[in-house]
């Protein structure tokens, strides 16, 4: 088991830093998450509705796995001298919510005009 630690963490320290950061910005988001949900006394992930504990740990694994899977292809565009690629998609869904958001407080501020 110890074993399997060491690999896990050899692989996040030899990412390249556009997936570290989304591999720490996703365990982070999954951790607070759980955390969320064992305030409630659920097992819920983000919005979605409780029905059985089984199935919400299964979304959980999942939710790892895929940022496994995601950390693992932007490490691999690093690695193949994209980059500036792996850094876009680590900052466009950022970059679209904070355009929405001024959006919508520009759309706010102009109704107040």
């Not at 060491?6 to 556009?18: A, E, I, R, S, Y």
């Not at 997936?19 to 819920?44: D, H, P, Q, T, Y």
């Not at 983000?46 to 932007?74: G, P, R």
């Amino acid at each position: 088991m110890m074993k399997e630690m060491n690999n896990m963490v050899n692989w996040v320290k030899n990412l390249c830093l556009p997936a570290k950061i989304e591999f720490i910005l996703s365990m982070v988001g999954i951790l607070v998450s759980l955390f969320n949900s064992v305030r409630a006394n659920k097992l819920c992930v983000a919005m979605w509705k409780c029905q059985s504990t089984d199935l919400n740990l299964f979304h959980v694994m999942l939710s790892i796995l895929w940022v496994f899977a995601w950390c693992y292809f932007l490490n691999y565009l690093c690695n193949r001298g994209y980059e500036g690629a792996a850094w876009v998609l680590v900052l466009l869904p950022y970059i679209i919510i904070t355009s929405i958001v001024f959006a919508f407080v520009s759309v706010g501020a102009m109704k107040k005009i």
